[in-house]
């Protein structure tokens, strides 16, 4: 089995509550924006603190971790659906190191300023161009985040965030295996199984992944304890789905699936209790959705 170069993938590369990361990780810039994204405990394994859109932010929580119980046979069969259906899948065929993995999403995210409550911001979207092998420059376009077809410069060395293509196909196919690498890689000040899951996440939302890589991810997933089923789900563009989620720290992180062709939709956080920072039971603290996934030949282009 080929093996990525050590820690090519980021612990908690989150995408659904920071969704900016790609580009503070790639290209150390200044903010744009005045307002504070508040970064919850779910995002990046629960860091106790870390700077977020330059401001550092510090964990409103405790080590509340608790002892989690194996997913339910329900669940388990769920996942294995997922990965079936992943991995039937097909690869893209005849595909170039020059292109470029488009993806297109949109979002809302839990954000406040110094003299505001956090709340919900409007939905809007995303586009951002991968490169299939990693040694091309990337784009982002996100205009209210503040990036207008942003060019995010290949160093020309691989990158810790490094979700590319060809990275990913060196990840293991087997659920067992790729459960340990999961755990590797996963790190952060929280369970190590919360940070699995969160790595699962990062996983299934902003990459191409292959399809038996893309099945191994989710039998490990269905090993992780702490992941239950929810019966129905609802991602930013509003479509309902079955969700694998996990709770942690006071809120679930929610992964999305069409119920009946087990498609990725999206992801959605919410919290299952009062929490310190203002948001109640119930509050949704930030959902997305995958609307285009596709390889293209430039920067730019769409498909």
Known sequence: MNELPERDLPPGRHHLLKEHLVTEIRQKRDEKTPKVWFRPA?????????????????????????????????????????????????????????????????????????????????????EFWLSVDGRHDDMLNEPEGGFQ??????????????????????????PADMLDWIHREADGDTTADQAAFVLVGDLSYES???????????????????????????????????????????????????????RFLGAREVAVEDLPYGPKKGDVLGHSAILERAVVDKLGERP
Request: no cysteine; charged share 25%; aromatic share 4%.
């Open 42 to 126: 779910l995002v990046a394994g629960a860091v106790a603190a870390t700077v977020v859109a330059g401001v550092l932010v510090a964990s409103p929580f405790g080590d509340r971790a608790a002892q989690a119980d194996p997913p339910s046979k329900e669940t388990v069969r769920m996942l294995e659906s997922i990965a079936a259906a992943a991995e039937a899948q097909p690869a893209p065929k005849g595909l170039r190191d020059d292109q470029f993995v488009y993806i297109k999403s949109k979002g809302a995210f839990m954000a406040g300023g110094d003299d505001g409550p956090m709340r919900l911001e409007p939905v809007h979207t995303r």
């Open 149 to 174: 077809n942003e060019i995010l410069k290949h160093e020309g060395s691989s990158l810790p965030s490094d979700t590319n293509y060809r990275n990913l196909q060196k990840l293991p196919t087997g």
């Open 208 to 262: 191409l992944m292959p399809p038996k890589q893309a099945a191994a991810l989710y039998l490990a997933a269905s090993r992780i304890p702490g992941v239950q089923l929810i019966d129905d789900a609802v991602d930013a563009e509003g479509r309902h789905g079955v969700a694998i989620a996990r709770e942690d720290q006071g809120e679930r992180q929610e992964l999305i699936f069409d119920r009946e062709t087990k």
